[in-house]
């Protein structure tokens, strides 16, 4: 019942999204096509038709191919009917062969009638099952293909191992590239998988993992909460695991366990940090997956197992705001869901905001300030060149491509915005409201609109002096970040600040400055604050002073190329094409690739690193790579 009144408070929304016709902002998709749905379509990202009818579980049986690059076997889907009238089930595929539709009715499996329906670029194919009259669960055999945009196949080579690896990626809409479903976080299932894999590779899921294939070969899985479908996760490789504490478990390729076990010691003390604030962690184990470098995102905030890049084991822990950040994720997310991808910052605003509370708890004030100054910084450079309406936490442009609902806004301003409630009504209040707000929601998909209610009910009135429904509103519906907000300082980096100034006026030498006990966010914050411009001297002594070149904190490492590539020092050009050709997460490679660009004498350099490094990239960088060094064009040279 609640999920209808859900659809229906979504309802203007979707249709003002659904009446506009302004083309999508600065994106360089090649689709030309505009939404397929009609008005009724409760998920513009999706072919779901959840209000008619609504997947409730999922039984996964899999082959793991390696050879073919393929996923084989069947997908059974539970549901019930929303309306009475229901006739036919709309699931969500793209480049799947489907072989066999039929209903499971004890032991018979009768063949049901079915039809691809619509077809669009960036959301794949719809496929309309006829429902069986009596309700017995649909059982579909399928094939995924070599190209499924939420697989990544990977040789040998592209592992620390001897053994291929596979692994999925299904947030925003790459579920329906591997398991033909109900793709839209409003659907919640609880799922079953059996998955079958050759020697000595082993599977993981996103479930409770078993370490044991049964006498037929295959591994079995079970994941009893009930999860949206972006949450279905899989790797198989040569995956070994260590226990660190009580609920964590790192799970990873023989030569990267000890570093990530060192490098995540304290998630134990985040997970105990998080359930003092916000009660407890709901899913029994915490484990951590450390993916092969190509892995395109910091980390996957899939339930029970994180999915995490190597490019955070620093060796000194100070990129482990990662893990506080997918962890936090257990709540914010996982447990109360945006039920829409328009409604992105339910999930990645809060998730900012919890991160930065557990890096307080577990690693102190000065580390979240910094982390917090820093964040600030960049959001207000990034919407600088950002269109105005996409500086707002309610977006009214409608994009069909649900990556345009995750930017800086919807994590950062996401973030300070609720950083700022809490300063107005003060911690203990603050907690407290979202305590009982992931209570009230748990295991539920909700609105933005449905937030604010909440809000409003459970912390405007109660305070009304403190928080109006009007700064709200500002928050939310005005672009950049309001007046009435104040912004994260920190000395530390104001001392920084001065050091920078006193080397550029030539009042202090760079040997002078005492860099022994700087941190990673200094160390950030001080090649941020170095000018644009920079001469090679400059560039030379930075380098000779500080040996940035050879640095192995990625970070740090990021941004030093970045000023390298700005100024054309190319004494690091050898660790840049190190760099890219070994590192696969977009927010570390793309900047990049866009700064070679923005230069027409590197466009060489750019299109020729990425040819060799191509290969090793996922789908989802890939595809936005490609447009950034034209690589059709790179194919025709
Ligand atoms: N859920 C996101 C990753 C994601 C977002 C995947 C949108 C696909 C579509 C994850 O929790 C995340 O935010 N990762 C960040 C972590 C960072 C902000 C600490 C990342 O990967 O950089
Ligand atoms: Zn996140």
Redesign the pocket.
Known sequence: MRFISLLFSSLPLLLLYGCQSHPVQQKTKTTTESTPFSKTHPDPHSFSRHDLVQVNHLDLELTVNFKEKILEGFATLTYKKVDAEATQLSLDTRDLKIKRISAVNGSKTPKLNWHFGQNHSLLGTELIIDLPHDGSPIKIQYETMPQASGLQWLTPEQTSGEQPYLFS?S??IHARSWIPLQDTPAVRVTYDARVKVKRPVKPVLSADNNDQAGADGFFEFSMQQAIPS?LIAIAVGDIEHQQISKHVTIYAEPPVTEAAAYEFAETENMIEATEALYGPYRWGQYDLLILPPSFP?????NPKLSHI?PTVIAGDRSLD??IA??LA?SWS?NLVTNALWQD?WL??GF??YI?ARIVDAVHGEDRMIMEAALAYEALLAKMKTMPVDQQKLINPTFSID??DY?SAVT?DKGRFFLEWMEQQVGRTVFDGFLNGYFNHYAFQSITTAEFIDYLKLHLIKKHPKKITVEQVNTWLTEPGIPTFFNPPTTAKFSTIDSLVAAWLGGNKSLQNIDVSKWTTQEWLHFLRALPKELSLTQLAALDQAFNLTQRQNSEIAHDWLLISINNQYEAAYGRLIDYLSNIG???LIKPLYEALMSNPSLHNLANNIYQKARAGYHP?ATSQIDKIVDYQQVLEN
């Open positions: 990626q947030q925003a972006y995102f910091g980390g996957m905030e890049t705001s990662l950040h997918e994720h997310g992105a999930n990645e998730t900012t991160e649900p990556d995750f994590y997460r977009v927010k989802i």
